[in-house]
């Protein structure tokens, strides 16, 4: 597996579409075919909302490529208020329904990480 980015992002609303654009620069490095992208994009989206809804207010984004492309969405600084809006459910379901594979990550009951995949073009 090749380190192909990381990134680190304060979870603000006008920061998701400069997000989105890096993240669809790499799926375009990584291989990945227009629908995948897209669907990747999406779901970097929904995992940073579901970091903020969590009262994160800092994340990092790790991209890794070879065989595909996986991405790590982990929370890092809080302020510790925490939401528990209705569109999570939506959110989680969204990630599970675009990414080949899902693994969200809780301490001491906590979503703190998300990772998903994509494969490469066929």
Not at 48 to 70: C, E, I, N, P, Q
Not at 89 to 105: H, K, N, P, Q, R
């Given at each position: ?46 995992a ?23 991405v ?50 066929a």
């Open positions: 597996m090749n380190g192909l980015m990381k990134l680190e992002c304060a979870l603000r609303n006008e920061l998701m579409t400069t997000v989105r654009l890096a993240t669809g620069g790499v799926c375009s490095v990584a291989g990945l075919n227009l629908d995948d992208s897209e669907d990747c994009k999406v779901c970097v989206t929904e940073l909302l579901l970091m903020k809804h969590r009262g994160y207010t800092t994340a990092s984004l790790t991209f890794v490529g070879g065989d595909g492309l996986t790590i969405a982990e929370g890092r600084e809080r302020d510790g208020e925490m939401s528990a809006p209705a569109e999570d459910e939506i959110s989680a379901a969204l990630l599970s329904a675009l990414a080949e594979s899902v693994v969200m990550d809780k301490r001491e009951g906590e979503l703190y990480k998300i990772t998903f995949r994509f494969g490469r073009e």
